[in-house]
């Protein structure tokens, strides 16, 4: 595997369950980041750790929970969701300390396509 | 606070005619800047990135962009478009948001169709 990798690419899911997403990295970063991308919306940054530390938490209701055990690896637990929490669901990463920090390039998985019915 | 606009939600052109997606950014200081690339059912993928230094910008797949402080715009160019450059086009500013963090805002997308 190289680059961003995102499991799984389509998820349906109804208000009551539990899912997770899972982002994996295979490019030596140390940052990663959660973005939320809905139809005609700009792309949402939602949560952004570094070196595992959760940094950035764009008021993201609670029913999305992030997870970063490691550098590498990177969650986001769904419970009771709503229906208009359906969209693309965007993991990227980076090497957070390079460029002077806000040129630092983001690499993007593929993607979690949410269906919320 | 930082914004970007892409005034144009979509574009088509022809096969092999010239292409412009405008891009304005709003930021008060230096701006670091980035045009991604998302096909459909991917993710995105950086074609060129500004952050001092010439305005004019190359990037992979022949585009390339130029920063025009001025103008506060950062439009993507490609002279001769191919029908694989169909896809949705985003442009984005990087800032800091506090200590060692920082964040990328994006526009809304330029959709581009490419005509046979």
């Known amino acids: 595997e190289t680059g961003v990798t995102q499991t799984p690419r389509h998820l349906v899911m109804g208000m009551t369950n539990k899912k997770s997403l899972k982002c994996e990295q295979h490019?030596?970063?140390?940052?990663m980041y959660w973005y939320k991308q809905s139809a005609k919306k700009p792309l949402e940054l939602m949560f952004v750790y570094n070196f595992k530390e959760q940094t950035e938490n764009n008021s993201v209701p609670s029913r999305f929970s992030p997870e970063c055990p490691n550098s590498s690896h990177l969650f986001l637990h769904l419970h009771t969701l709503q229906p208009e929490d359906s969209a693309l669901y965007l993991c990227?990463?980076?090497?957070?300390?390079?460029?002077?920090?806000?040129?630092?390039?983001?690499?993007f998985g593929p993607g979690t396509r949410l269906l919320v019915l | 606070a930082q914004s970007v606009t892409q005034p144009d939600i979509h574009i088509t052109v022809s096969e092999g005619a010239s292409l412009e997606l405008r891009c304005n950014y709003s930021?008060?200081?230096?701006?670091?800047l980035f045009w991604y690339v998302q096909s459909p059912g991917q993710g995105l993928q950086l074609l060129l990135k500004y952050f001092s230094g010439d305005t004019l910008v190359q990037g992979i797949k022949g585009f390339e962009a130029e920063f025009k402080r001025s103008q506060s715009s950062f439009n993507l160019r490609k002279p001769s478009v191919h029908w694989s450059d169909a896809a949705e086009y985003f442009c984005a500013v990087g800032t800091n948001s506090g200590g060692s963090n920082y964040k990328l805002t994006f526009g809304k997308g330029t959709l581009l169709t490419v005509n046979p």
């Open positions: 990227a990463s980076s090497q957070a300390g390079t460029s002077g920090g806000a040129g630092e390039t983001q690499y």
């Open positions: 930021y008060g200081a230096t701006p670091y």
């Open positions: 490019l030596g970063h140390n940052a």
